[in-house]
């Protein structure tokens, strides 16, 4: 175990370390939280480990470290060959669906943990984590995988933001537009696009990228995983936001469960 927080290493730095993770033979697990690696620190990370699969990094905790979908396309494509990677959790960070979706499907044959469920674990709390519908997705694949949430039986995942449909509706839609033309905004200069005037004004020189965000894609999967679940018998996703359609999806889903404790 290597641990490198809180040393402001930078882009340039994760340069320079990134062969030496990558060709390490005996490193298993990295910290390098709060390093402002940016999208060109991790790419270089991933990428160098992509590019040697036999290396021996088992363990990865990225949960709320910014992780971008640019990020997000060079870590699938490492997961996608990793041997050794057994544990990624990737909650709270700024991927979208698309994202989640790519590396729900890098780990679709191995037994990797995308959400920090460990294998035997018999409960999980995640209440009051602001969970969006993208962390909903990894948490589906994590349900779904028999050697990751087999012994699961209870899970909470109350009051957070699973089917949070607050966003910014274009009047246009276009190629990948969502629906609706629902579409998120997120700052890249640092201001709330909340609140800031200016930019619902759209004259500002503020920097924005869009991502797309498919607000029931994260309850849809979770359903699926929870009725597919032989395990579970408890779920709390209350205070989430789900509406009447995302209420409906969850009720489904354990329908056909006799003695299933919903709390919704």
Not at 19 to 37: D, K, M
Not at 104 to 133: H, R, Y
Not at 178 to 187: I, N, T
Not at 251 to 256: E, F, G, Q, W, Y
Request: hydrophobic share 40%; net charge negative; glycine share 8%.
């Amino acid at each position: 175990f290597l641990d490198l927080k809180f040393n402001f290493i930078g882009p340039e730095g994760a340069k320079t370390l990134a062969p030496v993770i990558a060709g390490s033979s005996s490193l298993t697990e990295l910290n390098v939280v709060l390093n402002y690696l940016d999208d060109e620190g991790w790419c270089s990370i991933f990428d160098a480990l992509h590019d040697n699969p036999h290396n021996k990094i088992a363990k990865w905790d990225l949960s709320f470290q910014g992780i971008t979908p640019t990020i997000g396309k060079s870590l699938a494509a490492y997961v996608a060959t990793s041997t050794s990677l057994t544990h990624c959790n990737l909650l709270r960070n700024e991927i979208d669906t698309v994202t989640a979706q790519s590396l729900v499907e890098a780990v679709k044959d191995k037994n990797i943990s995308l959400a920090g469920i460990q294998p035997g674990q018999t409960s999980a709390d995640f209440a009051n984590q602001n969970l969006k519908c993208v962390d909903a997705v990894l948490l589906a694949c994590d349900i779904s995988k028999a050697a990751v949430g087999a012994s699961l039986t209870a899970l909470n995942l109350s009051n957070n933001l699973l089917a949070d449909s607050s966003s910014w509706n274009c009047d246009v839609e276009g190629p990948g537009c969502l629906g609706g033309g629902v579409r998120r905004w997120s700052s890249t200069s640092g201001c709330d696009w909340d609140a800031c005037e200016a930019c619902h004004a759209q004259d500002h020189g503020h920097a924005h990228e869009l991502q797309l965000i498919d607000y029931m894609a994260g309850i849809n999967a979770l359903a699926l995983a929870i009725a597919g679940s032989s395990s579970l018998t408890e779920l709390d996703i209350r205070s989430n936001k789900l509406g009447s359609d995302g209420g409906a999806v969850i009720r489904k889903a354990v329908s056909r469960k006799d003695g299933f404790k919903l709390e919704i």
